[in-house]
DNA sequence: CAATTTATTCAGGTGCCCTTACTATATATT
DNA sequence: AATATATAGTAAGGGCACCTGAATAAATTG
């Protein structure tokens, strides 16, 4: 088998995993919506890993459209899970402050251990995370050399909230 | 570091490594939104392991309503990309073809490798490979545990779909 | 043949995200 | 100070992936 073969090989491996995964969260976790990494979970992400943050600042973190932050901002409002105070400083300025149901909904999302992982030897789970950390780091280093700022700002985002049980 | 707690790290980068991904197709790749594996795509990917199906065993096999697969059929025909056709046997039911253009986005969406790929070595691609498949065939089996003809039908969608290069 | 099941469509809704205005508020320039 | 311009946020509307509930039409079945 030819390299590019198994390069092919491994694209498509991951896709089935990507979309497996999707599906395995439907139907075997019963995934609460709020804690994904997208909308309203990617502003909890953020707002863990820095709180009192300004709806622009969010926006720019996360890469998204300020308009968009403001939509799911406003949802976690009506849920509770944040609350908006005008900055002192700047009468134009929203923060946007976890609420201590907020942070319970994000320590409640903590790390769950999908149960897929069992199969996986000690050595597996070693070998895994080291094939992970570079892709991941790769990965940053595209994502960073189209668009630098972003770039950054998730690894600070992603490796807070990944990394967390080390900090403990 | 205990098992647990280097499953649960695994647990997180595997999740980083899921958003990451979403995020470099957006900034990396200009990716051609017919040919991810949602919605309109969904319907392709099934189409291309097995032609005209009807809307009804679409959804069956895609594990949606058959409303979205509906919505989704029809977008398709707009872009010329599948037809419609009654079923000769029994009128009620549509018939759903790929039509050349069909086939050739599905043959042009062929196994794009991704460029992070890159920094794998032989060994580690195939060390990947190996942990995938693990990964994956404990998903299948969860997944048919939970919902066995949906967990069948995704599996024969996915080998058709990404082994394809071997067959050839 | 009436009753029921089946395949699809219609209507309407949710969540995530974007673009194009538009409104305050701040800051810089004259 | 007065005006221009930049900045934070809102409003409105749209697209895509799904979903549920209710209609319709064509089987199938008793």
Do not use: C, W
């Not at 908006?84 to 907020?102: C, E, F, H, Q, Y």
């Amino acid at each position: 088998m030819t390299n590019k073969i198994k390069a092919e090989l491994i694209a498509g491996k991951l896709t089935e995993y990507e979309q497996l995964s999707k599906i395995y969260d439907d139907v075997i976790k019963q995934a609460r919506p709020r804690l994904t990494v997208e909308g309203q979970g990617k502003i909890l992400l953020a707002l863990a890993d820095e709180d009192h943050l300004s709806q622009r600042e969010l926006a720019t973190r996360l890469g998204m459209s300020p308009q968009s932050t403001s939509e799911f901002v406003y949802k976690l409002v009506k849920y509770n899970l944040v609350t908006l105070t005008k900055s002192p400083n700047d009468r134009r300025i929203n923060l946007v402050n976890l609420t201590s149901a907020g942070r319970e909904e994000i320590e409640s999302a903590a790390q769950e251990v999908p149960p897929f992982i069992r199969v996986l030897s000690d050595t597996e789970l070693d070998q895994l995370s080291s094939l992970l950390t570079k892709i991941t780091t790769a990965m940053y280093t595209d994502i960073d050399a189209a668009n630098s700022t972003l770039g950054i700002k998730l690894h600070k985002l992603f490796s807070s909230r990944y990394l967390k049980q080390f900090k403990k």
